[in-house]
């Protein structure tokens, strides 16, 4: 059970002893209870008025209670206020900076992707659809007009130097029909290799090793691009506006939801508050009945 609603049962509780009991402390028993309960229940209002709509006739939800449900009404100036602090006060483009080019920050980008791509070299369909994709750029590479184009022409230069031994060969006699053939020759060799078992392992070994292959070039380069990274970060960061995005995201929230995210943050002081007026409206039942009794 929840403090306000414990609180809730005492006044009620006070205020059903202040009728039934005899003797004079009924109306100090009741006159606590009754301003105990106005006053939790003063606050349960307030705090369900700050979160929801309230309707006098819910049913049709007509006649809104003038002020009810701040947070979805002024949800826009939310949005605005919230976007200006993380973008002014809570995110520094130079904080963020520091914590990419920080060791610790590269140390943990490379276990990812070093994990990342490991799960990808164990993964048989995508490593085999990696070598379907090799063999199909390569095979499109070698019989690309401009491979062929590039081939004979080669041919027509230097064919002359080992024409003595091929003129035996009927097909090497003729320059066109020699760009075709080798065309062919050389589809017929890489479709052979992309379906080597071995070359499906090198694929594979390769996968594994590209992020320790990459990250060791970049650990030969860091020092010489360690200033023109942070430059070209920093110009990065400078075209992030922090501002809109959080404004924008929270602006699009569903109905209720920043209520919501509000309410699980406050959720135990909001308690409390119940727990207060509750408290604050028993002292004010006995200070009335203190004045009634001796002062007025």
Not at 151 to 166: A, F, P, S, T, W
Not at 174 to 201: G, H, S
Not at 255 to 281: H, Q, R
């Amino acid at each position: 059970m929840k403090r306000g609603q414990i609180t809730f049962l005492v006044t009620l509780s006070l205020m059903i002893l202040g009728l039934i009991l005899p003797g004079q402390m009924r109306k100090l028993i009741f006159a606590m209870g009754i301003t105990g309960f106005v006053g939790y229940g003063t606050n349960v209002l307030a705090i369900r008025m700050l979160f929801d709509r309230i309707y006098l006739i819910p049913k049709w939800k007509k006649f809104p209670l003038p002020y009810s449900g701040i947070l979805e009404i002024e949800r826009e100036k939310i949005a605005c206020a919230i976007g200006w602090v993380v973008s002014q006060r809570l995110v520094s483009r130079d904080a963020l900076l520091g914590m990419i080019v920080s060791k610790e920050f590269r140390s943990r980008i490379r276990s990812i992707v070093e994990k990342k791509l490991q799960s990808i070299a164990q993964d048989k369909s995508i490593v085999s659809k990696l070598v379907q994709d090799v063999e199909t750029a390569l095979i499109g590479f070698v019989e690309n007009d401009i491979f062929r184009d590039n081939l004979q022409e080669l041919l027509y230069q230097h064919l002359g130097k080992v024409g003595n031994v091929l003129i035996g060969s009927r097909i090497f006699r003729d320059k066109e029909k020699l760009t075709p053939y080798l065309q062919k020759e050389f589809k017929n060799v890489l479709e052979a290799i992309c379906r080597d078992p071995k070359f499906y392992q090198k694929i594979q070994i390769t996968v594994e090793n590209l992020a320790e292959n990459c990250f060791s070039l970049q650990s030969l380069l860091e020092e010489s691009l360690q200033a023109y990274s942070k430059e070209t970060l920093r110009e990065l960061l400078e075209n992030v506006d922090f501002y809109k995005i959080v404004k924008d995201e929270v602006s699009n929230f569903p109905p209720g939801e920043l209520s919501g995210i509000v309410l699980k943050i406050t959720a135990e002081n909001l308690d409390w508050l119940e727990v207060w007026g509750g408290f604050l409206g028993i002292l004010a039942g006995i200070l009335f009945w203190t004045m009634e009794r001796y002062i007025l």
